[in-house]
């Protein structure tokens, strides 16, 4: 049996779906490979909103508002319903030094025409009645500029709606090897559990393990797996209207920002940031960290603890309500916080599209569009050259 | 014993799945408890998976013509049972 394509896609997370259905509905025979089922990495164990307000102001926010207006777009066009939902956003300032820097990000996003607004305790307690009472205000982010949708829906939407156009996919494939021609280096086929896989294009779509694939070509990508938890509450009256986030998610996100929280060493030390969601099937979603220990995805107690403890300074009804689960996942984290999106000029054929650490739900759509263009050799929708994985080769 | 299974009947009680939504996750390519769980909810509610998860391990095998032991559980996570947010937040960690 000879198996030919176009091009072969690698990973079926929320990156990997999107630039395979693109690619499929520019008419490229598109394969799909997955080390195990769709969305069963960092994709399904994350949270389920895409925001502007949590991108650096710039490139990072202009992505982030194409994506979700894209999204809309998605939803729209597809029959499989990945639960797409406009909502706003709340950055909830625990006090006035928060609120100062909150505003400073405002008016660098307002400048950009993002008509993100502060709003005093007053307002804060009228939008979220079951908030602490002693919260000094908020940043609130419209619904233009915050969305929610079911992060391993998103991949199956993308998978079901790219088979209509012709897309495969094969699931539990284990890649063995990706062979080069010995004069250009260009990529020529894959060996695979499913025998060999011709092709003159492979699109590194693998996320935390992108870096595995890319040593089957000699390039070392440079992503780390950053861990994350969010814990799960029984299905209850909800509890917020908005999205929820602390100020400290910033820091939490971003070195260089000068700000200290007066919180316990444990909350310091597991590098909480508290973020609260209502989902569609009425559970609550209370997160969340960032921390770097490998690929190691097992809840940690400490953690559990810790978002816990600083949950109660936000949402003290949160007392009563119980939990009934908790799960880790691990975001592909990039030192600069954006994402490659790429060609590799000394593997051609070889492109990277991985290291969306925790935005890779929210960029899925404009990533894939992008990749498609790039794939295509035409110009991207604005200049994403900052995505060039050529900032990383000496 | 899956054979005498309804398509209308109630598997995971919790989230209110029948049988006809697991086989359909199946079709779509779920090959585990896990697959079925992120496709349709199956062992995502209040009890998560421990009255279901033998009925849908039962219907993977039938299915797929695989052995029960061959199609997994569900990942183990904390919490063993529900417990509030406020007594997590308030228990000691060693």
Known sequence: MSLVYDVVVIGAGAIGTSVAYHLADRGLKTLLLEKGDIASGSSSHCDAVGLICDKQPGIDTKMGQYSIDYYEELAKKFDFDFEFERKGCLYVCET?????AASEYMRKQNEDGYPLRMVENKELCEMEPHISKDIFGALYTPPSGCIAVSPYKVCFAFVEEGKKLGMEVMTYCD???????????????????????????????????APEIGKLVGIDIPIEPRKGTNLVSEKCERLCNNKILEYGYMMSKFDGINFKRKVSKLVEDQNIAFNLEYTKACNLLVGGNRLFRGYDTRTEIETVKAICERAMRFYPELADIKCIRTYSGVRPFVIDHLPIVSDVDSVPGFYICAGHEGDGICFSPFTGKQMAHIVMGESTDFDISSLDYSRFVK | MAEYFSDDMIVCRCEEVTVAEIKEAIRQGAKDVVGVKRRVRAGMGLCQGRTCEKMVQQILAQELGAKPWEVGTSSARPPIRPISFGDLANGVVE
Do not use: Q
């Open chain 1, 96 to 100: 006035e030094p928060e609120f100062e």
């Open chain 1, 175 to 209: 890649i063995t090897g990706i062979n080069l021609d010995h004069k250009t280096n260009a990529v020529e086929s894959i060996d695979t559990n499913y025998g060999r896989i011709s092709t003159k294009r492979i699109i590194n779509c693998a996320g935390v393990w």
